[in-house]
């Protein structure tokens, strides 16, 4: 509940970070890699009880409140890996809400991917990659839609975990959001990359 609380007072008033912003490019459909640990959840498709139940174990009343708000009204596919009845990794993937401007001044329009989270005893194995392919095969319109992901400049794991998905770096930012992210302001700290053509259509 703290958690939430914080993410809640951030996101209302201003929310400072530096993130390194990646995206991938896909002129066509990526072909699903069929893993079969992997369930995807949405406010259709709702969570299970007992998945629930366990989910707020884990990580808590105000992030279960957060996955609920983002699958009913951000329209946000929740992915769950689950290996022998327990949730070992997860993550969230949604197409970018026009209002919501935070990243939309270098990308417009885009499959946002994020946050990913995998238990620790089950971190060093590949679990986070497993879920970012499922990501790429349910984008629903890779020729419009990049898709865009971001991680703290100073989470090595998640850094790594993104480059092996074979995502393009563009550049490390500071962002800055005001009120929910109707107002965001911007500074390039490094510019690796340039927006994806995808981008401009
Ligand atoms: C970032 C995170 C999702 C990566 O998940 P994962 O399933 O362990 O990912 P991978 O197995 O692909 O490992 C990625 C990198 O993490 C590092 N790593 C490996 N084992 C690790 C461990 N036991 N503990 C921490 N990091 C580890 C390595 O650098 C690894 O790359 P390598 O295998 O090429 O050496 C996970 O560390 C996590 O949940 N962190 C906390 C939440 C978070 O920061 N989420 C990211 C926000 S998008």
Excluded at 51 to 61: D, H, I, S, V, Y
Excluded at 62 to 67: C, D, E, K, L, N
Excluded at 145 to 164: M, Q, W, Y
Aim: net charge positive; proline share 6%; hydrophobic share 40%.
């Amino acid at each position: 509940m703290i958690y939430f609380m914080k993410r809640l007072g951030e996101r209302l008033f201003r929310w400072r970070e530096t993130v390194v912003m990646f995206s991938k490019t896909c002129e066509q459909n990526v072909p699903d890699p069929a893993d079969p640990s992997i369930f995807i959840f949405d406010s259709s498709n709702k969570l299970p009880d007992h998945l629930r139940k366990e989910f707020t174990k884990l990580r808590g009343l105000g992030m279960w409140i957060f996955t609920w708000f983002r699958m009913k009204f951000r329209g946000s596919r929740f992915l769950c890996l689950i290996e022998g009845n327990r949730i070992c990794a997860y993550g969230w993937a949604e197409v970018s809400s026009p209002f919501i401007r935070r990243y939309r001044w270098l990308i417009p329009s885009a499959f946002l991917l994020g946050p990913f989270w995998t238990a620790p005893d089950q971190r060093g194995r590949g679990l986070y990659g497993r879920l970012l392919s499922k990501c790429l095969a349910i984008n629903p319109d890779p020729a419009k839609l990049p898709v865009f992901i971001h991680a703290d400049a100073t989470n090595t794991s998640s850094l790594r975990g993104i480059e092996k998905a074979g995502f393009q770096k563009l550049g490390t930012f500071e962002v800055t959001s005001y009120l929910m992210g109707l107002w965001c302001t911007h500074k390039a700290v490094s510019q690796a990359g340039t927006v994806c053509p995808t981008d401009s259509r």
